[in-house]
């Protein structure tokens, strides 16, 4: 009884651990990626020699 106990446990932790970590790597991918979008779509807009496209709208923040 006690090992199903601490195994549940174990699984537990892991997957919560699993989950913060999946957390952070998505949130600081979620970053970059608005870094990215950032520099790129000024040179994509200078490049267009246009005003921004109504399709080409920023996302708002999370």
Not at 16 to 45: E, K
């Amino acid at each position: 009884m006690l090992s199903k106990t601490l195994l549940y446990f174990i699984l537990l932790s892991l997957t919560s651990m699993l989950v913060y970590l999946l957390i952070t790597f998505v949130g600081m991918w979620d970053h970059l990626l608005i870094a990215f979008v950032g520099t790129i779509t000024p040179q994509l807009i200078a490049f267009a020699g246009s005003p921004i496209h109504p399709h080409i709208t920023p996302c708002p923040p999370t």
